[in-house]
């Protein structure tokens, strides 16, 4: 039903800064909440940001004051801008989609890598 396609990973140094990007296709209405999980290895995938259609957002602490994330809804694309990145923030990063509706079904990306060295 929805498609999305990752991309803006790589590898990047202590304190640099990454983009990453998903554009979502298929049968899309307006009431939908996009973000993005990341899992490191021997991690479970966690939390990074969500942003809801009404432009609300929820980041996880890890990453509060470091990461932004917003939305072109012209486009269906969200977008996760990663400032002051650490070596901790190393990880596959997934796009995650899903409608505001009363029954919620996650759609999900392939996932993006993230390497930060020290």
């Known amino acids: 039903q929805v498609q999305l396609v990752e991309s803006g990973g790589g590898l990047v140094q202590a304190g640099g800064s990454l983009r990453l990007s998903c554009a979502a296709s298929?049968?899309?209405?307006?009431?939908?909440?996009m973000g993005w999980y990341r899992q490191a290895p021997g991690k479970q995938r966690e939390l990074v940001a969500t942003?809801?259609?009404?432009?609300?957002?929820n980041y996880a602490n890890s990453v509060k004051g470091r990461f932004t994330i917003f939305r072109d809804n012209a486009k269906n694309t969200v977008y996760l801008r990663m400032n002051n990145l650490a070596p901790e923030d190393t990880a596959v990063y997934y796009c995650?989609?899903?409608?505001?509706?009363?029954?919620?079904?996650?759609?999900w990306g392939q996932g993006t890598q993230v390497t930060v060295s020290s």
């Open positions: 298929g049968s899309i209405y307006s009431a939908n909440t």
């Open positions: 942003i809801r259609s009404g432009g609300s957002e």
């Open positions: 995650n989609f899903h409608f505001e509706d009363v029954i919620r079904v996650d759609y």
